[in-house]
């Protein structure tokens, strides 16, 4: 089963919020759907619940234009909302009819999801006398009910407890065993990187990446290095890469980037033994020298920084052409 | 349409299960037991009307010779007079006055002391005074003077020979004159046209807030998108609002059997009672059936597209505070034109669909209405109701999926023009 978005576009008056949005995920994968706060996550996901209508745009499941409401999906919204004057097990067997399913399969699914969540003696309450973390875990089991063949997750960790939230990587993880397409958006990068294996990545309304998680870490990692030492700083380091340039004939060591404890370096045009050897006769003692493999953090950073520039530059250019033609 | 049903069911028991819900029905009904119960009962513990059949006009004399001592003695007894005159002497009544006087002041001071409840002072055979000191007794003034008239006539029928009886028999000839205005209809339908107009009313109030609440709360706690994700805007609101309609009924339902069972156990005859007081055909139990049922309906789903167009409980009072002032100028004009159903006013509010739901039932019930008019305003009120339902599902469309301000009604309705919420 893939699910592919092509070209979404979607204003909100003269707000022009999705511009072109355009990725696909596969069935048995899971897809970490990442971006900065109003990047456009949820509303490209509530375009794929068919919420908001897009624009312009298409929607596919196997080339076919794409119905939710024809297919199990387990929906979490990020805004988290279910009747807190209901008695849990009733409102879960509804939602789980509303999908579609029938009153004894809902029951049945619902009740072995408040067993699994350790949740069964609340079944006849109401939600409202759940804690905040309960209740967050009666909304996740409503996604998970009736066996979904595509799962989306808005922000599915927020309010939950370490304890609670190994119960929910379970779910995910058999889930993703059973071939089901998930998708996970989340700002926290920790719970994306150990389930995910691709990710699409969204800024000011535009993808910029979507595919691999491994290449795309593959891709920021090529002919980059870490070097940390032990006697000079990181002042100090990149004061002696300079000197190096000399000697390579002004070849350009680039510093592509640096943490709080080492400099990231791009050796493309260099062997990297020819340059580890040079640095220790230097009388640099070497604590790390190692193939750099970015977080999805420095990814994520990465991107979003690339991308902030470029907008910066067209929208500077956007202005001087305004002035200019006045 | 399954998921309507699966909303509707839902909905109705969510509704039925809510403590609001229980204890104003049951408030209601005792309100009704009480209503039909205590009247009766204090009618059967009061003293009948026949104690002052006395002081009623033209009562023959013979009806005081009838009238038990005991009870003359309970009315006027604890009294006393003073006689100044020798006209009255043979004046049966005052043998029931506990205390004669000698003169008007001893009579006085005896009333001031409280020796006795009040004072008559006879002047003459047609004339008297009637004294009491703070508590008035207009009983016993009422008896003394019927008493003394007919006395005075007795006396003048026996001086001039006349037959009593003859003059009871000349008096006694009643004509009964009855007006009739072909074009209305019994007391009975205008007491049922209150009841309908007064039911409706209450019931669209009631209900037509619970659903616009209903859908409020759904957008205020983000249910909402949980519920379009999994199922149509459509069967949302048609479960919805059909749901709140028949807990509407329900209701009254309820009243009506409460009603039902304390006239039976009060003893009054219901068959009688209605048959007596109604005059009902098919038509106009039809017309009462389609303009209360497509009115109802058509109203809450206005009030629900009107709930969806807020995102906070408390904006709902806003937002449907103008069609629940034309809902309430609906039922000014009926009520008002009850008096007059042949009105101009009320007749052009028996065709329009948001006033008609009140004003044609009650035309149908007070007058004898032609068909041809019930039949173009039910034609009218159909189709009203189909405008309504698509006009409130396309509001409501578009009103689930805005999270932020309220939204305006002037704008949404151009957003629909524009195709949008279709």
């Given at each position: 089963?893939?699910?592919?978005?092509?070209?979404?576009?979607?204003?909100?008056?003269?707000?022009?919020?999705?511009?072109?949005?355009?990725?696909?995920?596969d069935?048995?994968?899971?897809?970490?759907?990442?971006?900065?706060?109003?990047?456009?996550?949820?509303t490209?996901?509530?375009?794929?619940?068919?919420?908001?209508?897009?624009?312009?745009?298409?929607?596919?499941?196997?080339?076919?234009?794409?119905?939710?409401?024809?297919?199990?999906?387990?929906?979490?919204?990020?805004?988290?909302?279910?009747?807190?004057?209901?008695?849990?097990?009733?409102?879960?067997?509804?939602?789980?009819?509303?999908?579609?399913?029938?009153?004894?399969?809902?029951k049945?699914?619902?009740?072995?999801?408040?067993?699994?969540?350790?949740?069964s003696?609340?079944?006849?309450?109401?939600?409202?006398?759940?804690?905040?973390?309960?209740?967050?875990?009666?909304?996740?089991?409503?996604?998970?009910?009736?066996?979904?063949?595509?799962?989306?997750?808005?922000?599915?960790?927020?309010?939950?407890?370490p304890?609670?939230?190994?119960?929910?990587?379970?779910?995910?993880?058999?889930?993703?065993?059973?071939?089901?397409?998930?998708?996970?958006?989340?700002?926290?990068?920790?719970?994306?990187?150990?389930?995910?294996?691709?990710?699409?990545?969204?800024?000011?309304?535009?993808?910029l990446?979507?595919?691999?998680?491994?290449?795309?870490?593959?891709?920021?990692?090529?002919?980059?290095?870490?070097?940390?030492?032990?006697?000079?700083?990181?002042?100090?380091?990149?004061?002696?890469?300079?000197?190096?340039?000399?000697?390579?004939?002004?070849?350009?060591i680039?510093l592509?980037?640096?943490?709080?404890?080492?400099?990231?370096?791009?050796?493309?045009?260099?062997?990297p033994?020819?340059?580890?050897?040079?640095?220790?006769?230097?009388?640099v003692?070497?604590?790390?020298?190692?193939?750099?493999?970015?977080?999805?953090?420095?990814?994520?950073?990465h991107?979003v920084?690339?991308?902030?520039?470029?907008?910066?530059?067209?929208?500077?250019?956007?202005?001087?052409?305004?002035?200019?033609?006045? | 349409?399954?998921?309507?049903?699966?909303?509707?069911?839902?909905?109705?028991k969510?509704?039925?299960?809510?403590?609001?819900?229980?204890?104003?029905?049951?408030?209601?009904?005792?309100?009704?037991?009480?209503?039909?119960?205590?009247?009766?009962?204090?009618?059967k513990k009061?003293?009948?009307?026949?104690?002052?059949?006395?002081?009623?006009?033209?009562?023959?004399?013979?009806?005081?010779?009838?009238?038990?001592?005991?009870?003359i003695?309970?009315?006027?007894?604890?009294?006393?007079?003073?006689?100044?005159?020798?006209?009255?002497?043979?004046?049966?009544?005052?043998?029931?006055?506990?205390?004669?006087?000698?003169?008007?002041?001893?009579?006085?001071?005896?009333l001031?002391?409280?020796?006795?409840?009040?004072?008559?002072?006879?002047?003459?055979a047609n004339d008297f005074?009637f004294?009491?000191?703070?508590?008035?007794?207009?009983?016993?003034?009422?008896?003394?003077e019927?008493?003394?008239?007919?006395?005075?006539?007795?006396?003048?029928?026996?001086?001039?020979?006349?037959?009593?009886?003859?003059?009871?028999?000349?008096?006694g000839?009643?004509?009964?004159?009855?007006?009739?205005?072909?074009?209305?209809?019994?007391?009975?339908?205008?007491?049922?046209?209150?009841?309908?107009?007064?039911?409706?009313?209450?019931?669209?109030?009631?209900?037509?807030?619970?659903?616009?609440?209903?859908?409020?709360?759904?957008?205020?706690?983000?249910?909402?998108e949980?519920?379009?994700?999994?199922?149509?805007a459509?069967?949302?609101?048609?479960?919805?609002?059909?749901?709140?309609?028949?807990?509407g009924?329900?209701?009254?339902?309820?009243?009506?059997?409460?009603?039902?069972?304390?006239?039976?156990?009060?003893?009054?005859?219901?068959?009688?009672?209605?048959?007596?007081?109604?005059?009902?055909n098919?038509?106009?139990i039809v017309?009462?059936?389609?303009f209360s049922?497509?009115g109802?309906?058509?109203?809450l789903?206005?009030?629900?597209?009107?709930?969806?167009?807020?995102?906070?409980?408390?904006?709902?009072?806003?937002?449907?505070?103008?069609?629940?002032?034309?809902?309430?100028?609906?039922?000014?004009?009926?009520?008002?034109?009850m008096?007059?159903?042949?009105?101009?006013?009320?007749?052009?509010?028996?065709?329009?669909?948001?006033?008609?739901?009140?004003?044609?039932?009650?035309?149908?019930?007070?007058?004898?209405?032609?068909?041809?008019?019930?039949?173009?305003?039910?034609?009218?009120?159909?189709?009203s109701?189909?405008?309504?339902?698509i006009?409130?599902?396309?509001?409501?469309?578009?009103?689930?999926?805005?999270?932020?301000?309220?939204?305006?009604?002037?704008?949404?309705?151009?957003?629909i023009?524009r195709?949008?919420?279709?």
């Amino acid at each position: 089963m893939k699910l592919t978005l092509n070209n979404i576009n979607k204003s909100f008056g003269k707000v022009h919020v999705l511009h072109d949005v355009s990725f696909a995920v596969d069935s048995g994968r899971a897809m970490g759907f990442l971006g900065r706060n109003g990047s456009g996550k949820t509303t490209s996901i509530r375009c794929i619940m068919d919420i908001f209508k897009p624009d312009s745009g298409e929607i596919l499941l196997d080339d076919q234009p794409f119905k939710p409401r024809e297919l199990k999906v387990g929906y979490l919204p990020e805004e988290r909302g279910m009747y807190a004057k209901e008695p849990i097990l009733e409102q879960l067997i509804y939602f789980g009819q509303l999908k579609g399913g029938g009153k004894a399969e809902s029951k049945k699914s619902a009740e072995a999801w408040l067993e699994r969540f350790e949740l069964s003696e609340y079944a006849n309450k109401k939600l409202e006398v759940l804690s905040k973390g309960n209740q967050q875990k009666i909304q996740i089991i409503q996604a998970f009910l009736n066996d979904p063949e595509m799962i989306i997750l808005d922000e599915p960790f927020s309010g939950l407890d370490p304890v609670n939230a190994e119960l929910f990587k379970d779910a995910i993880r058999d889930a993703i065993k059973k071939d089901k397409l998930v998708i996970f958006s989340s700002h926290q990068m920790g719970y994306v990187e150990e389930f995910c294996d691709d990710i699409t990545l969204i800024d000011k309304g535009e993808i910029l990446i979507n595919g691999s998680l491994a290449d795309v870490k593959a891709e920021m990692s090529h002919d980059k290095y870490r070097l940390e030492s032990e006697n000079l700083n990181r002042e100090q380091l990149k004061q002696l890469l300079k000197l190096f340039e000399a000697e390579y004939n002004n070849e350009q060591i680039l510093l592509a980037s640096e943490d709080k404890i080492s400099l990231i370096l791009d050796l493309s045009n260099i062997v990297p033994n020819d340059f580890l050897q040079k640095i220790i006769a230097a009388n640099v003692q070497i604590k790390n020298f190692s193939i750099y493999l970015p977080t999805l953090t420095d990814v994520f950073l990465h991107y979003v920084k690339e991308h902030d520039l470029a907008t910066n530059e067209m929208d500077k250019q956007d202005k001087e052409g305004n002035s200019n033609a006045q | 349409m399954r998921n309507s049903g699966l909303v509707f069911s839902f909905e109705l028991k969510s509704i039925l299960r809510k403590k609001s819900y229980l204890v104003t029905t049951i408030i209601l009904c005792l309100i009704v037991v009480a209503a039909v119960v205590i009247p009766t009962v204090l009618a059967k513990k009061e003293k009948q009307p026949e104690d002052v059949l006395i002081i009623d006009g033209n009562v023959p004399s013979s009806v005081l010779e009838d009238f038990p001592d005991e009870d003359i003695n309970d009315t006027i007894a604890n009294g006393g007079y003073f006689m100044a005159t020798d006209e009255l002497k043979d004046f049966p009544l005052i043998k029931n006055i506990k205390q004669e006087y000698t003169d008007e002041d001893s009579l006085k001071t005896a009333l001031s002391n409280d020796e006795i409840s009040y004072g008559v002072v006879f002047n003459s055979a047609n004339d008297f005074v009637f004294m009491v000191n703070g508590e008035s007794n207009p009983v016993a003034s009422s008896l003394f003077e019927q008493q003394l008239l007919n006395f005075n006539r007795m006396n003048y029928f026996e001086a001039n020979q006349i037959n009593p009886g003859l003059i009871d028999e000349i008096y006694g000839v009643q004509v009964n004159a009855t007006n009739v205005d072909i074009s209305q209809k019994g007391i009975g339908n205008f007491a049922l046209a209150m009841i309908y107009t007064f039911l409706l009313y209450m019931l669209i109030i009631m209900y037509g807030t619970t659903v616009s609440t209903s859908v409020a709360r759904e957008k205020d706690n983000r249910t909402m998108e949980l519920l379009i994700a999994n199922t149509k805007a459509d069967y949302l609101i048609i479960g919805k609002t059909f749901a709140a309609g028949l807990a509407g009924i329900l209701q009254v339902l309820a009243l009506i059997v409460t009603l039902l069972i304390s006239l039976k156990f009060t003893g009054q005859d219901i068959v009688g009672l209605i048959g007596g007081f109604l005059e009902l055909n098919m038509t106009t139990i039809v017309t009462m059936i389609i303009f209360s049922l497509t009115g109802y309906i058509s109203y809450l789903f206005i009030y629900a597209a009107l709930g969806a167009l807020v995102s906070k409980v408390e904006d709902v009072n806003y937002a449907v505070t103008p069609v629940m002032l034309i809902f309430i100028a609906a039922y000014l004009i009926t009520m008002l034109g009850m008096e007059n159903p042949h009105n101009t006013l009320l007749k052009v509010a028996s065709y329009f669909p948001l006033t008609s739901v009140l004003a044609m039932p009650v035309r149908t019930i007070l007058l004898n209405i032609s068909p041809v008019e019930i039949l173009i305003s039910t034609a009218i009120m159909l189709l009203s109701i189909v405008v309504f339902s698509i006009l409130a599902i396309r509001i409501y469309r578009l009103g689930s999926l805005n999270y932020g301000n309220r939204m305006k009604f002037g704008k949404t309705l151009k957003m629909i023009i524009r195709g949008e919420g279709s």
